[in-house]
């Protein structure tokens, strides 16, 4: 049985915001996330590690993705 | 951990930036709401080209102060006006050093609710940071 898939969200004291999923795999970590960023504002960095593939088939050269 | 974005706070909702100035201090009495916007008035008395849907009046900010305002854009978001004078004082100050936005953005990640989705932990930290933690089904 996997470990238990978390959302952290960490709203710095001068109102930074980073929103990280924990224990995903696949496509529903980006869905997770994707309902607070569409509430809280825009992206404006966004990383994918190597795990998010594990469930999918992306390319490499998706691996890091920069938006905003 | 599969994924993280850095997110930049947006004013969407103009119930919860009014929850959040009245946390900052400011009385929701004293928080003026049109639906067209208004005008900004200046520490003269001069009305200023600025307008704005969400206004605190100088007289609850300080003698000196300016109007501050929130204007909402055509993208639906507001957009924050405070003068020179008062990004260096009282609210204006903490408007621009982001603890509006903090304050904010706790409390929209805390109404924010998604099926499947539940609140685990809240920690507000020494260092002002928060971190809130939301298990997913």
């Known amino acids: 049985m996997g470990k238990d898939k978390e959302i952290e ?7 930074s915001v980073t929103i990280e999923g924990i ?3 696949g496509k529903g970590c980006h869905e997770a ?14 990383k994918r590690k ?5 469930g999918g088939k992306q390319s490499i050269s998706d691996l890091d993705k920069i938006g905003g | 951990m599969s994924e993280y974005v850095v997110c930049e706070t947006e004013f969407k909702d103009q119930k919860i930036l009014i929850e959040a100035l009245a ?5 929701a009495e004293n928080i003026e709401v049109y639906d067209n916007p208004q005008s900004l008035v200046g520490y003269h008395g001069d009305a200023r080209t600025q307008k704005a849907h969400v ?9 000196a102060s300016n109007d501050i305002g929130f204007e909402r854009t055509e993208a639906g978001t507001y957009k924050a006006w405070v003068s020179d004078y008062d990004k260096n004082t009282g609210v204006g100050r903490k408007i621009m050093q982001g603890e509006l936005k903090h304050c904010y953005s706790k409390r929209v990640v805390l109404n924010s609710k998604i099926r499947g989705h539940r609140l685990k932990s809240v920690v507000d930290e020494k ?4 971190r809130i933690r939301i298990g997913v089904n």
């Open chain 1, 9 to 15: 969200i960490i709203i710095e004291k001068d109102g």
């Open chain 1, 23 to 25: 224990n995903f795999e």
């Open chain 1, 33 to 46: 996330i994707d309902h607070y960023l569409k509430k809280l504002g825009v992206a404006k960095s966004q």
């Open chain 1, 50 to 54: 190597a795990d998010f593939y594990q």
């Open chain 2, 23 to 27: 946390e900052m201090g400011i009385k």
């Open chain 2, 55 to 63: 206004i605190i009046r100088r007289k609850h900010i300080g003698s």
């Open chain 2, 127 to 130: 260092d002002g940071r928060c």
